[in-house]
């Protein structure tokens, strides 16, 4: 619970700070948003790693291999990396490079999804016998 | 949480605001270009860490 109150209150105080910088010296307004944004999510994500651990539980429970789960949290981890990326990008007022991070995760992302999409071909010829 | 960086990167840059205008009034522009692109290098340098750490530690997580 502490953890929401010190998030909170680092994204008020990177927000005040940002809209003191921001007139005078613009570039050091992104550098100060960005390292907020990595602190909070770089303490979040520590906060993962057990949600991880319940899912690879539930994995070995269920039997499914690791092929399976594998393709899934990387698309989760280009999704995440892709959004913060797309949305630095359109602080900096760079509406384009935020686009082409955004398309280029989505085609990252179904890259990686291939595996699993090859697999449910491969399922589909078997039970259609072919 | 380290909450010392932002102070950092705040302080930083309105240290270089302030000597950006004294070198600008005293007609040293080249100076302040310099002063400029010296403290945005160091504000960048924490920047990168801090981002390179997030990016190691998802890919840690997302078994990468």
């Known amino acids: 619970m502490e953890q929401v109150f010190a998030i909170c209150a680092l994204a008020v105080l990177g927000a005040v700070l940002h809209a003191a910088l921001r007139r005078t010296s613009p570039e050091y307004a992104m550098g100060l948003a960005a390292v907020c944004c990595a602190l909070i999510l770089l303490s979040a994500a520590r906060l993962l790693s057990p949600i991880l651990s319940f899912l690879k539980e539930l994995q070995a429970l269920s039997g499914l291999s690791g092929a399976v789960l594998s393709p899934l949290l990387k698309t989760v981890a280009i999704g995440l990396l892709t959004q913060i990326s797309g949305a630095f990008c359109l602080d900096a007022g760079e509406q384009s490079l935020a686009k082409a991070v955004e398309l280029s995760g989505t085609l990252l992302a179904a890259y990686a999804a291939l595996p699993l999409a090859s697999q449910v071909l491969e399922l589909m010829r078997k039970l259609m016998g072919g | ?64």
């Not at chain 2, 960086?5 to 705040?10: E, P, Q, R, T």
């Not at chain 2, 302040?32 to 340098?45: I, Y």
């Open chain 2, 1 to 64: 949480m380290e909450i010392d960086l932002v102070f950092k990167i705040a302080a930083v840059g309105i240290i270089v605001s302030i000597l950006n205008q004294v070198l600008v009034r005293s007609g040293r522009e080249e100076q302040a270009t310099m002063t400029t692109l010296a403290g945005l290098v160091v504000v960048l340098m924490i920047v990168v860490q801090r981002i390179s750490e997030l990016f190691t530690l998802v890919k840690t997580l997302f078994q990468f």
